[in-house]
């Protein structure tokens, strides 16, 4: 079994910054594929951005240039550099990984941008 924590998420200005990271543990030998996705209300849970194990990255169209993610294998953990937040990125962020073609998710973490 893996186990992820999740944390960073926060309340921000518009135009802010904040940081997400979400550490695996437990049996994490395996692990590929480690991404964010989130949910807004009433709306589905979609992808932000992943990375694959070589350090390729995807990002969804709407953080591009605003988000990067990042990995450190050593620690079993991916993070997301949420810059430039707006409004619309209000939801809650959920950490995915990818081990051996089963996906495990963190607990979520709200993220708020308001004024």
């Known amino acids: 079994q893996v186990q992820l924590v999740e944390s960073g998420g926060g309340l921000v200005q518009p135009g802010g910054s904040l940081r997400l990271s979400c550490a695996a543990s437990?049996?994490?030998?395996?692990?590929?594929?480690m991404g964010w996705y989130r949910q807004a209300p009433e709306k589905q849970r979609e992808l932000v951005a992943v990375i694959f194990n070589g350090g390729s990255t995807n990002y969804a169209d709407s953080v591009k240039g605003r988000f990067t993610i990042s990995r450190d294998n050593a620690k079993n953990t991916v993070y997301l550099q949420m810059n430039n937040l707006k409004p619309e990125d209000t939801a809650v962020y959920y950490c995915?990984?990818?081990?051996?073609?089963?996906?495990?998710w963190g607990q979520g973490t709200q993220v708020t941008v308001s004024s």
């Open positions: 995915y990984f990818d081990k051996l073609g089963r996906g495990y």
């Open positions: 437990g049996n994490v030998f395996g692990i590929n594929v």
